[in-house]
């Protein structure tokens, strides 16, 4: 119920919040819940998973809904991570832990099959990430001003060098992913480019992030298998 799960027979030596920000995607949700629930059952972890729905037609806005996934999740438990999680990624490995590193935050989805299984450049923390709460506030969070696609993981990828941490990633032969793909026509493959920056991320973190949240709540719902949170 609600999409929490606690082993039965052992005490779970992790806590995970899975938040997924979402719109409207119902086709990659039920694959992705198909395959996430057993993948994490099977790493005997105690973990909810929460859909973070934005209402309305205009742009989305992925990382400000994300940071109010922490704040509406930290509600519920003293997660010891936050796992951040794009709704078309199923993994590939058992053995890529859906727990965090100690000391800093830490990129899990290092080789996806749409980027031939390696990173697309270098700074990239787009797909799965792992953060515990310490890291998620201490970089401020994400950026609330980003709507429309692209560019925030790299707004990501520098608030936390300028937080003082850095990037750990888990080795792609553990962080494979799967992209499904749902949609109408198959884009022709091309390279793929790193999204321009609209945003002067060293002048703008510590203004802009969990400290300036603000959103309506306009639903808290549980479900069979995930808790919605809906907001405006």
Not at 182 to 198: D, K, L
Request: hydrophobic fraction near 30%.
């Amino acid at each position: 119920s609600g999409g929490h799960y606690r082993p039965p027979h052992c005490f779970a030596r992790y806590k995970s919040a899975i938040l997924v920000a979402y719109r409207n995607q119902e086709k990659y949700l039920r694959h992705l819940l198909y395959y996430i629930h057993p993948f994490l059952q099977r790493q005997q972890l105690s973990y909810t998973i929460y859909l973070i729905q934005q209402v309305g037609t205009g742009s989305f806005n992925r990382a400000k809904l994300l940071n109010v996934g922490v704040r509406e999740a930290m509600k519920d438990e003293e997660w010891d991570c936050l796992v951040l999680h794009d709704i078309d990624l199923v993994p590939e490995n058992d053995y890529n832990l859906y727990i965090c590193d100690e000391y800093y935050p830490k990129h899990m989805a290092s080789a996806m099959d749409k980027f031939q299984y390696t990173l697309p450049y270098k700074s990239f923390f787009g797909g799965v990430s792992a953060l515990t709460p310490e890291h998620y506030m201490r970089m401020n969070g994400f950026p609330n001003t980003y709507w429309g696609d692209g560019g925030e993981n790299d707004d990501i990828a520098t608030r936390i060098h300028l937080a003082g941490m850095k990037i750990v990633r888990t080795s792609p032969h553990l962080g494979r992913y799967r992209v499904m793909d749902y949609s109408e026509e198959t884009e022709i493959q091309e390279p793929w480019r790193r999204p321009p920056s609209r945003h002067n991320t060293r002048k703008t973190w510590k203004a802009d992030g969990m400290n300036t949240l603000q959103f309506r709540l306009l639903s808290r719902t549980k479900h069979p298998l995930y808790t919605k949170i809906t907001v405006d």
